[in-house]
C-alpha cells in the first residue's frame, strides 16, 4: 500500500534464519524479526503491507513464500529501494549468522591491508557483503534513510565506509554468558559448506565457490572483473547521510543467540540478545531517541545482562542525532 501523496512512506524488510536441520542451527533469529515486525506496526505506524518479512522455517512464513536466500534478500532490499521517494524511511532487520571474508590472497586492496570484510549469511549460504550495502545505500533517494539492525556476529562496519559513531571498546570476556551460543560462522565452516556444495576443493577462496554456485547471484565483491582493488564498484560515490548501521556487537565479537530458559529472553522465547534489548529500550522509552541514544541504551541493557557484546553505531553526523526510524512523535497503529 503506497503512502498518501504527501506523506513519507515507511518500508521495512525483516530477515531472520535459524538454519534448522544444519550443524549451524540456531533457536531465535524468527521469533526475532516477528517481534521487531509488531514493534514496526504498533510503535512506528508502518502498514502492514509495506513490511516484508523473510523467514527460513517454512516457505509460505515469507513474502510470496520467498526464502531468504541471498537473491531472495537481496531483490527484497532492492524492490524496497526501488519503491523508495526522497524522504521515506527504509528500515532493515537481519537475525542469524555473520562471518568474516579473507582478502583473495595476492589481491592487494588499497587502505585496506590484509583487514577481513564481514557479511551476513542467509540461509543458502549465499553471503551478502560489506560491498553490497555500500551499493544497496548508494541507490537510496536523496532525503531518504536506509536503517540497518544486524543481530549477527561481526556485524560493526557492515556498510563500507559509513562513519563509526559509537565503535569498539575493550575486548569481550569469553567467560560470561558462555552459555549463549554465538551467532558466527568462522570462515572454515562456511567454505567447508560451499565445498560440499559446489565440488571444488576448500583450497579454493570462497570467490570460487560463490560463483561457482550462484553466478551473478553472488555478491559483487566476488565478482571481481567488475571491481577495483578497495573492493569498491569502480568511479562508485557514496551517498552522504543515507546509511545507518545498528550493529548487535563491534567486528572482533559475536552476537549471542538466547535460548528460551536464558534469563534474558522475552518471555520465554529464545531471540538475539540485542534484538531483545532493542526493543526493551523502545519499550522502556516511548519518546523519540536518537539512533545514538538507542544504541547507548542498548548497550546499557546487554552490560547488566552480563553480555560482552557491544552494539555499534555508523552513520553521519547528522543521523547519529537524528531520532530513530525518523519518530517525531508517539504512534499507535494497530495490524
Known amino acids: 500500500m503506497e503512502a498518501r501523496e504527501g506523506k513519507k512512506k515507511m518500508l521495512a524488510t525483516l530477515v531472520g534464519c535459524n538454519y534448522a536441520g544444519t550443524p549451524y542451527e540456531l533457536q531465535g533469529c524468527i521469533n526475532d524479526v516477528h517481534a521487531m515486525r509488531a514493534v514496526l506496526l504498533d510503535r512506528f ?12 522455517d517454512d516457505r509460505g512464513r515469507g513474502a510470496a513464500g520467498v526464502l531468504p536466500t541471498g537473491a531472495g534478500v537481496r531483490r527484497a532490499l532492492s524492490d ?15 537475525s542469524g549468522h555473520g562471518t568474516l571474508v579473507p582478502p583473495v590472497s595476492g589481491r592487494p586492496r588499497r587502505g585496506h591491508g590484509d583487514r ?19 551499493e544497496l545505500v548508494d ?3 536523496a532525503g531518504a534513510t536506509f536503517t540497518m539492525v544486524s543481530d549477527s556476529c561481526h556485524s560493526g562496519g557492515l556498510i563500507v565506509q559509513e562513519k563509526e559513531q559509537i565503535g569498539p ?52 565483491k566476488f565478482h571481481l572483473h567488475r571491481r577495483d582493488h578497495d573492493g569498491n564498484s569502480s568511479g562508485a560515490t ?16 559475536t552476537s549471542a543467540d538466547v535460548a528460551g530458559d536464558d534469563v534474558a529472553a522475552v ?13 526493551a529500550v523502545l519499550a522502556a522509552h516511548l519518546a523519540p531517541m536518537s539512533n545514538r541514544e538507542v544504541v547507548r541504551r542498548a548497550r546499557e541493557v546487554l552490560s547488566k545482562q552480563g553480555f560482552q557484546q557491544h552494539p555499534c553505531l555508523y552513520c553521519s553526523d547528522a ?11 508517539t504512534k499507535a497503529k494497530s495490524n
Not at 524496497?80 to 537481519?94: I, Q, S
Not at 548501521?245 to 567486528?251: A, D, M
Open 169 to 220: 571498546t575493550a575486548a569481550a570476556d569469553p567467560d560470561l554468558h558462555a552459555h549463549a551460543a554465538g551467532r558466527f560462522l568462522p570462515y572454515a565452516a562456511v567454505l567447508g559448506h560451499l565445498s560440499g556444495t559446489s565440488g571444488m576443493a576448500a583450497s579454493h577462496h570462497i570467490t570460487d565457490h560463490l560463483v561457482a554456485l550462484f553466478g551473478a547471484d553472488a555478491s559483487a
Open 80 to 94: 524496497m529501494v526501488a519503491r523508495a521517494a526522497p524522504g521515506d524511511v527504509l528500515f532493515f532487520h537481519f
Open 139 to 141: 541507490r537510496v533517494p
Open 319 to 329: 543521523n547519529a542525532d537524528a531520532p530513530f526510524l525518523g519518530q517525531q512523535e
Open 238 to 253: 557514496c551517498t552522504e547521510g543515507a546509511g545507518i548501521l545498528l550493529s548487535g556487537c563491534q567486528t572482533d565479537e
Open 267 to 279: 518471555g520465554g522465547r529464545a531471540c538475539g540478545a540485542f534484538s531483545a534489548a532493542l526493543q
Open 45 to 56: 505506524g508502518f502498514a502492514p503491507g509495506d513490511v516484508t518479512v523473510l523467514t527460513d
Open 116 to 134: 577481513n570484510d564481514e557479511a551476513i549469511v542467509p540461509c543458502d549460504f549465499n553471503l551478502i557483503t560489506d560491498v553490497d550495502f555500500r
